[in-house]
């Protein structure tokens, strides 16, 4: 998680880690990633999944897992139906 300034501070954090998925809290708006449309965080550790960077408000970027996530993807599934396979 990390405080950043883009014109004003932003705040991206983890809210909890479950058996189905990630609770993440970000510009004051909760999402809940399920594994099932979010596979690539199942078997991750903790600290990796914490570690999460915003970038100018709206792109998450978890480095160490190198995964991307655009707040719209968040916000408006329906718009993007392809779905990541994990091997």
Same mark, same amino acid.
Do not use: C
């Given at each position: 998680?990390?405080?950043?300034?883009?014109?004003?501070?932003?705040?991206?954090?983890?809210?909890?880690?479950?058996?189905?998925?990630?609770?993440?809290?970000?510009?004051?708006?909760?999402?809940?990633?399920?594994?099932?449309?979010?596979?690539?965080?199942?078997?991750?550790?903790?600290?990796?999944?914490?570690?999460?960077?915003?970038?100018?408000?709206?792109?998450?970027?978890?480095?160490? @897992?190198?995964?991307?996530?655009?707040?719209?993807? @968040?916000?408006?599934?329906?718009?993007?139906? @392809?779905?990541?396979?994990?091997?």
């Amino acid at each position: 998680m990390k405080l950043l300034k883009n014109g004003k501070n932003t705040l991206v954090s983890i809210e909890k880690i479950s058996s189905f998925g990630i609770w993440i809290f970000i510009n004051n708006k909760e999402y809940f990633l399920s594994y099932k449309d979010y596979p690539y965080f199942e078997n991750q550790s903790v600290k990796l999944i914490r570690n999460v960077e915003l970038h100018h408000g709206f792109h998450l970027y978890w480095p160490e @897992l190198d995964v991307d996530l655009h707040l719209d993807n @968040l916000e408006n599934p329906e718009k993007y139906p @392809l779905k990541a396979k994990v091997r």
